[in-house]
């Protein structure tokens, strides 16, 4: 029988060995559990970045223990959490923001308990990675069984902290986003789906043309209107040629066939863009 | 009991969550499922890479289900297919040419099936995400038992894509041969092997001085004759010395010692070169 | 009841299949173990890099099989072995210091054997892969219970190869040691640890302020001192200051709180510095 599955993702890279720290001490709790690298490539420290990660792969995931570990801030006050969701999944990191989308994605937290048993952590917690020392035991004694109950108290879900990442938002005409995510081609995901596209410009098919303007820190137009065309897959598109499509992860995703987008027009995650038709 | 092999090589990059929610499709289905990743860092959309990295890792392997996604042509009608080795094997991946290269060196392509039943594939099959959509869960559902007449009709091995890649040559003393592939540390695999050279050039052994030429792509020398000698490893030639040996994976290869051969010389996948012995 | 434990350490990168090829092998011989990826981003042929992971990894492992290669001299006389530690691990790979530190975090050595019994090797060993050839099927067969004296000769333990690396030195006031490894963040580590810190400048407390010299290979001041600040987390530092701190691999390590000591310091592994406190 297959043993309880634990998904990683983290910040950490993959050429020094703080990744296979964090399994070794999960094998040595749990030696059945079944590893599932989601990514260590996460940008250094950006915290959205991580959460648009889980956000995008949580529901491909069978249920399980999903530890999650971007954290800048190890070592101080915020709190190390165990999240419980709808659909029985456990997700374990820092309270910084990490793990609220992805946890929503899966139809939301039931239950938020903070990871203070020191029956659960190694004997000595370093000061410096809490990935090793209370993260990764947390997981592994949750896949072994362990209720979220017995690592702390409860904490109240209105006190978790939340990123502050702006809405999609429509208005004649107009869609406003935000750059979410960079794929390893280039491809550019905003935080907005073909709801909020289509509830600002109105059924939208095959061959439309869009046109897409980066937006400066200021709210003033920074880099020149890029003309695109909607299609269905990147392949649509001729080689080179710039398009918007609906992404694997029921995103908008701004692309270049066979080039990268992100390094060709600059976008960046945080970056706010708007999409109108072209007149 | 061990479970079912499943490797997976793509060109997905490690950085986003491609390669996790592919994985997160295979454990839902087929939660006994022993994952091997072969390599994900296949160059973007380099079909003939792929297929090398394949044919050089296949023979190493178990007999396993073994998907392969590099696929330029992602949503359009290029078929999804299985094909069925000698071996045992079942190679699951885009009917562009990437399969072939690995099936031969298994001892060849039995059976080739279309993977058209819905039943087999996600719920919603997105339009610029066939591994996770697609081949992830033909994988498993192979690695489950489901045989291969379940996933579609039988395809006329004729009508197979290959790619276009040109043998080896020999001629009086010449060696015509294409660079494959370049691995990790720079060394330059040839697409030819022991027999090749020894056909051209007569018995080769240890410290017989030769010439490299790389040919341009009308046929014209581009650039200097490259002098070096045949060694049976790496280790045998001085630091910073151009060898050529027999690689691990039974082909030609160009190298120097703890250096670069392929950013020394510019030798990329698909470039003409030439051998003869040194005069 | 999961399969015993084999970790991987290697300089092969991932982008090309030769850690696939490892593993592949493994599996057809044992193919119940889990397999565990220290890390294949040993930086290419730097033997104590790859021992500095060794070393940090090992006691946060399950008891095992480790296997590791880092091996420029593959092919050349230099001796494939297994150690066997106090703590009943077994650590496969070349017998040119890369195994030893790490052994010896784990207890150290209680015997040692050469890997020469040629049923325990593939049916073909290459000149250049003994990864695949030599140490995989070496690392499986022990996991399958194999016995170290089935695999060749007992080896005097005197003459095992040694690395040359120099041990920390404390005198009046002054802490001298060598940089050790760089992880991902650029985080520095040194080959000291805070008995060692503390010899040399007392007793040591959040806020000490500190000064670290580089030292040039000759001995030489060459770079400006540099002024930093004893802390217990990287995150007590303000962004972008300097700190040392004990990281959580029980060693001394300089950093810069969300930046790149290595970079800005161009401290790399194998140089010497030393620390004071400021007068």
């Keep these: 029988m297959a043993g309880p599955l634990i998904s990683l993702t983290t910040d950490f890279g993959l050429n020094d060995p703080s990744v296979a720290a964090c399994k070794g001490v999960i094998w040595r709790i749990a030696p059945d559990a079944r590893l599932l690298d989601v990514s260590h490539g996460v940008p250094r420290h950006e915290?959205?970045?991580?959460?648009?990660?889980?956000?995008?792969?949580?529901?491909?995931l069978p249920v399980g223990v999903h530890m999650a570990v971007v954290d800048?801030?190890?070592?101080?006050?915020?709190?190390?959490?165990?999240?419980?969701?709808?659909?029985?999944?456990?997700?374990?990191?820092?309270?910084?923001?990490?793990?609220?989308?992805?946890?929503?994605?899966?139809?939301?937290?039931?239950?938020?308990?903070?990871?203070?048993?020191?029956?659960?952590?190694?004997?000595?917690v370093s000061r410096?990675?809490?990935?090793?020392?209370?993260?990764?035991?947390?997981?592994?004694?949750?896949a072994n069984g362990i209720p979220d109950e017995a690592f702390g108290p409860e904490i109240d879900l209105s006190t978790l902290v939340r990123l502050d990442t702006p809405a999609a938002r429509t208005s004649a005409?107009?869609?406003?986003?935000?750059?979410?995510?960079?794929?390893?081609?280039?491809?550019?995901?905003?935080?907005?789906?073909?709801?909020e596209l289509e509830a600002a410009l109105g059924p939208i098919a095959g061959g439309d043309a869009l046109v897409l303007e980066p937006v400066g820190a200021g709210g003033t137009e920074r880099d020149g209107a890029i003309g695109l065309r909607w299609r269905l897959t990147y392949g649509e598109a001729g080689a080179d040629e710039p398009l918007a499509c609906l992404d694997s992860y029921e995103r908008i995703a701004v692309a270049i066939n066979r080039g990268s987008a992100a390094d060709r027009y600059g976008l960046r995650p945080g970056r706010p863009i708007r999409i109108r038709r072209d007149a």
């Excluded at 990935?131 to 949750?142: T, Y």
């Design 128 to 142: 410096t990675f809490h990935g090793r020392d209370i993260f990764a035991p947390a997981a592994a004694h949750i």
């Design 47 to 60: 915290i959205a970045a991580g959460a648009a990660v889980l956000w995008a792969v949580l529901p491909s």
């Design 173 to 195: 005409g107009v869609l406003e986003a935000t750059v979410g995510a960079i794929d390893s081609f280039g491809n550019v995901q905003l935080l907005a789906g073909i709801a």
């Design 72 to 124: 800048p801030g190890v070592g101080t006050a915020r709190r190390p959490i165990v999240l419980r969701t709808v659909r029985g999944d456990r997700l374990v990191g820092p309270d910084n923001g990490l793990l609220l989308p992805g946890a929503e994605r899966l139809g939301g937290v039931v239950a938020a308990h903070a990871l203070e048993a020191q029956a659960y952590r190694l004997a000595t």
